[in-house]
Every structure is written in structure tokens, then in C-alpha cells.
């Protein structure tokens, strides 16, 4: 009797290495659909950037600060809010009221960021909850997990300081050869680059340049960096306000409060003059001269006009210096203008600036959610907790560098990025 044989059984083929790279690169992408756009950098520089932020509930002047470690005299001097306005650190801003935040950004691990943001975590904190609706997207749960080492994101210990990794980009503080200013701004739902170029003043090209974006286009939740136009400085390097750039429309009160600069109608020169919360400072005066720093003379002739100005150039050693100068233009400038300055806020309105991102509006003219996620979170209170009980205040972190390239690219986690590492490893050994 012959007894039936069994089917011959080929041997399982190990994974090869370029199969174990392709899953793993699948899994990194599978990880979120978001991108943000990264400046690559490889020197200690820093510039000034700026994020867009929308907030998640009504917060004082100074709890925005410190949510964020910044001075609250930078915050409203940024989005032009009088900050000689009584009492003006602690006015409660509305709910959605959409803000531009200047932060330091530094060149860390060979990428563009700002580290200098710390947070102070409270009873119901969760990561997720953290970055999605305390900061607006503008950092994910895995960035703050990787950047402190948790190990459960749904269970963190209250009063922990943690690091809040956030986006920027310095590119030199140029754009097209122009000084600008870099705003990383989180896309909502719905908007599309025409959108946000009509309402930054720029182009769909030069986002599409900046963020390497091409022909594609953005979704929910994506970070992109907007050019500003802005008015940048001449200071020595030995000054502590050294690279000084201002966006256009707004202000930055520098050397200890004592002096105000301001970019205003797209002339990108740099006018700077004694802040009206000038206490103990030092002299403002032209050397040689009866000129206050910010005071112009002009003197007509027949061979043109005569300038003559007592300009701002730096904080040197505690020192406030100045420079005159004197010459002869074709014909005399008309009065020096300044970004208008808005009372702090206490409503939103429709149109401004400060507005939260319009949803787009369908046929019929009524407005939707795109995918079926909200625009901002809601004025509901930070769940567990009250916001009046704000974070940490900030320790500084490194400085940074420029770099004038960017790409845009899923949020990697640091894991993913050493996994990808050792299959390489494999690779090469097999």
C-alpha cells in the first residue's frame, strides 16, 4: 500500500532588507498624514520667527506669554496691540482670536525649531491634548513624547516642565532678496495656499517655493512657512539686538523697553524711536547734536533736500547708541509712517487680521467642516483643569543657524528615524 505523499513544503524566505526598508518607510508614513516644512541648518545662528496661533480659550496677556515663555511687551508689540494701554498684561483675549508669536529659532539636531518653550503640566493632561488643542497643532504628542522621554502619553505626572519642540524657519531672513520674517502657520481645514496667500500678502508661487510644495497642495493640520515682508537692521555684531528684524505692520520694543521699532508701508527701513514705556534708560540723544533718537530735519535748497536724522543702531553694553546722518536726497520725505496700533482686542471681528481662518463656504453659502474636524477647538476650559492656572515659564535654548533651503515632509519620529538606521546597518552587512 502506497501511502499518499505529502505535498513538498518550500522553505519560508527570510525578508530581505530592501523589503524590511520599504515596510518600515510605509510605517513611518502611515504614522500621520500632517507634513511640516524643515529648514535644514548646520551653524549656531538665530533668527526671530514667528508662529500663528489661535486660541483655545479666553487667556490673559500674560498667560499667552507664558504659555509660549516670552515677554508679554513682545507678544503685543508683535501683533500691534498699544501696549501703553492700562493694566494691558492682564486683558482677557477672546477665544479663536488668532495671534502671531515671536519666538527664537535655533538650529537643533541640524533642523530649524525653537526649544526655548516650556510647559507645566496639570491634573487631565495628556499629550495629545497638549499639542492638538493647548498649541494648536503647532507641535505633535510623539514630538513632545521623544523631545521628554515619556513613556505614557495618557499618563503624565502633574507639575512636569516640559519641552515643547515648536516650528520656524530663518532662511536667512530673506525672501526673493528681500528681509522677511517666517510665520509657521497650521493649516485648517478646507484652506488651500491661495487662501493663506491672500491673507498673508504673498503669492501661491513663494509658498510653493519656500515649502517645497510644488504643485501640491496642503491639508489639515499641515505647517507651512509664510514669508512676511519686513525692515531689517544694520547693527554692529558686538549688539545684543544684533539681526533685529521687524515684520511689516508691527513693532519690537528692544534695549530693556527703552526703544520702539516699527516696519510699516512696505518700505523695509527700520524706524525706531524712544518706547512709550521708556523708565530708566540711557541717553537717546545724537551726539554733536540737539536730535533725539527718531528726530529727522529737513532742510530744502536748490540742489535737493537735506536729511539730517538721529537713528537707533543697537544696545551695546547696556548702551543705547545712535547714529547721525546726514544726506542729500532729490526731494524731501514726506511724515514717517507707523503700523496702526489696536486697543487690546476683547471680541473678534470678521475680516481682520486677528480673525480665526474662515471654513470654506459651499453652494448654498453655509459653512462647513472639512472632513468633519473643527476649525479650532472650542471656549470649553482645558479639560481637568483652569486655564487661569498657566504653564511654566520658559528656560532659554540654544541658538541656531540659517540655511535657504526646506522640504516638506510627515512628522518622523526620532524611533522611526533610528529603526530606518539599523535596517540600513542590515543592508550594508548583508
Known amino acids: 500500500m502506497h501511502l499518499p505523499m505529502s505535498p513538498t513544503r518550500k522553505p519560508i524566505s527570510p525578508i530581505s532588507p530592501i523589503s524590511l526598508l520599504v515596510l518600515t518607510l510605509l510605517s513611518i508614513l502611515s504614522q ?59 486683558h482677557i483675549l477672546p477665544s479663536n482670536l488668532f495671534l502671531k508669536i515671536p519666538v527664537s529659532c535655533s538650529c537643533v539636531d541640524g533642523i530649524r525649531k525653537s526649544i526655548a518653550t516650556r510647559y507645566k503640566t496639570r491634573p487631565g493632561d495628556t499629550l495629545s491634548a497638549i499639542a ?45 532678496g528681500l528681509p522677511a520674517v517666517y510665520l509657521a502657520y497650521v493649516v485648517k481645514g478646507g484652506e488651500g495656499l ?44 558686538y549688539a545684543s539686538d544684533y539681526a533685529l528684524i521687524v515684520a511689516n505692520g508691527s513693532y519690537a520694543i528692544v534695549a530693556s523697553h527703552c526703544v520702539q521699532c516699527s516696519c510699516a508701508g512696505g518700505s523695509g527701513s527700520l524706524y525706531c524711536t524712544p518706547s512709550s514705556l521708556a523708565a530708566s534708560c540711557s541717553s537717546m540723544q545724537c551726539r554733536n547734536s540737539n536730535l ?24 551695546v553694553n547696556g548702551t543705547i547708541w ?31 487680521i486677528y480673525a480665526p481662518s474662515p471654513a470654506p463656504i459651499q453652494a448654498g453659502g453655509s459653512r462647513s467642516r472639512a472632513g468633519g474636524i473643527a476649525m479650532v477647538p472650542s471656549s470649553a476650559a482645558f479639560p481637568g483643569s483652569n486655564p487661569a492656572g498657566g504653564p511654566a515659564s520658559s528656560v532659554s535654548g540654544n541658538v541656531a543657524s540659517t540655511s535657504t533651503s526646506s522640504l516638506v515632509q510627515p512628522f518622523v519620529t526620532i524611533r522611526a528615524v533610528a529603526a530606518l538606521f539599523i535596517v540600513v546597518q542590515i543592508m550594508m552587512r548583508s
Open 292 to 315: 533725539m533718537l527718531g528726530n529727522v530735519t529737513v532742510q530744502q535748497s536748490s540742489a535737493g533736500c537735506s536729511v539730517t536724522s538721529c537713528s537707533y543702531s543697537g544696545l
Open 32 to 90: 500621520s498624514n500632517s507634513k511640516s516644512t524643515i529648514e535644514p541648518c548646520s551653524t549656531s545662528d538665530s533668527c526671530t520667527s514667528l508662529l500663528g496661533y489661535t486660541l483655545y480659550t479666553d487667556l490673559k496677556v500674560s498667560e499667552v506669554a507664558t504659555l509660549f515663555s516670552i515677554d508679554p511687551i513682545a507678544l503685543l508689540a508683535a501683533n500691534s496691540i498699544d501696549v501703553s494701554s492700562p493694566d494691558v498684561e492682564n
Open 132 to 176: 492638538g488643542m493647548v498649541y494648536g497643532g503647532l507641535v505633535s504628542a510623539d514630538q513632545l513624547r521623544e523631545a521628554n522621554g515619556v513613556v505614557d502619553p495618557d499618563v503624565i505626572d502633574v507639575g512636569l516642565s516640559l519641552v515643547v519642540p515648536l516650528p520656524c524657519g530663518c532662511f536667512n531672513g530673506t525672501d526673493n
Open 194 to 237: 491661495d487662501g493663506i496667500a491672500r491673507r498673508f500678502v504673498t503669492t501661491v508661487a513663494d509658498l510653493q517655493n519656500v515649502n517645497a510644495l510644488g504643485n501640491a497642495g496642503v491639508v489639515d493640520g499641515d505647517i507651512v512657512e509664510v514669508p512676511i515682508s519686513a525692515c531689517a537692521s544694520n547693527f554692529p555684531k
Open 322 to 352: 545712535t547714529t547721525l546722518s546726514t544726506s542729500l536726497q532729490p526731494r524731501c520725505p514726506g511724515p514717517q509712517q507707523f503700523p496702526p496700533l489696536i486697543a487690546p482686542p476683547s471680541t473678534i471681528t470678521t475680516g481682520s
